[in-house]
């Protein structure tokens, strides 16, 4: 008898450092039953063999930034049922976003002793940009449940159940003093989606928006209260300009900061 078809999984990588990635590996416990349930068809952060698609599930980590990326994204795309981003630059571009709003050519002269050997795209976009997205999985790095959900979810043909409720009501969960109104540090976590356990709060630290913007942010009101806390228009703009930068809501408030902070 032909033993039942193992569903196909792909895993792959853009410009990113890999964390998103290593959450798979990082599994553990669980590894070996996601292993066991589906056939890992390509996955070199783990292993050099591959197997060409189709593949019933392609995760995509990392952003955009070359024309080769761009095409390469189409590829995998045609071959895949599924297709989940996974990462902050996947979903949002990433820090490398950063170089959307400078001088890249500057930076290519400056950084590299032949740049005419480096070939780039002046900005660092997210997969969604380019191609259908079938679910964007959030993080700096993602979390591994997370991931152990939306995996098991897509498998199993049914929605994924990931919140995206603001990292406020995890520190609620944990008994966490707010940091933004007992102690005026500044914090992205009313915007921010949970994902992280609110670690940073945790410590005494504001949130740094590691999640990208929650279901309903309200990032025009953020701003007025950082403002209110002494944050000066391009350190607002900078703070929301970081591992999601191009998250929409979060770039709509970064834009509208530093147009002000150079409005005369």
Known sequence: MTPPHKPRLGVFKFASCDGCQLTLLDCEDELLAVAGAVEIA?????????????????????????????????????????????GACATAGGIQALRNFADVEEFRRVVYA???????????????DHVPVDFELRGCPIDKHQLLEV????????????????????????????????????CLGPVTQTGCGAICPAFHRGCYGCFGPQDTPNAASLVGKLE?????????????????????????????????????
């Open 42 to 86: 390509e996955f070199h952060e783990a292993t050099s063999a591959g197997v060409d698609g189709p593949y019933d599930v392609a995760l995509v980590e990392g952003s955009v930034t070359t024309a080769d990326d761009a095409r390469r994204i189409r590829e995998i795309r045609a071959q895949t049922r599924t297709l989940v981003t996974i």
């Open 114 to 128: 032949r740049p005419e050997f480096i070939q780039t795209l002046g900005t660092s976009t997210p997969i969604r």
């Open 151 to 186: 995996i098991s979810a897509f498998l199993g043909r049914r929605s994924p159940n990931v919140p995206t409720e603001s990292v406020c009501i995890e520190c609620k969960r944990r008994g966490n003093v707010c940091v933004l109104v007992a102690h005026g540090t500044p």
């Open 228 to 264: 209110e806390l002494g944050m000066a228009r391009p350190a607002v703009a900078r703070v929301f300009r970081t591992f999601n930068a191009l998250a929409p809501p979060f770039r709509e408030a970064a834009d509208a900061a530093a147009k002000e902070a150079v409005a005369p």
